[in-house]
């Protein structure tokens, strides 16, 4: 299991190093800008946002987030 925090600071670390703002990507992803904020404070999301993170900043979505197969599926 990853240690606390760990899939937020990739998150946040894919979406910086990306050049985008928290905005820019939730819109990209189709995500609630707040929704975005709350996932790179360690909240974990489910399995679809995962997705569409992942997808709209062109990575793997276990890159995100290590533990994916234990997202909610919705």
Do not use: H, W
Not at 20 to 49: D, F, T
Request: charged share 25%.
């Amino acid at each position: 299991m990853p240690a606390a925090g760990e899939g937020r600071s990739r998150l946040r670390a894919a979406r910086t190093g990306a050049g985008l703002s928290q905005v820019e990507l939730a819109v990209m992803a189709g995500i609630q800008p707040g929704l975005l904020c709350r996932y790179e404070r360690g909240v974990a999301p489910g399995q679809k946002n995962a997705d569409r993170l992942a997808k709209a900043l062109g990575v793997a979505i276990e890159s995100l987030f290590p533990d994916f197969d234990r997202l909610r599926p919705y």
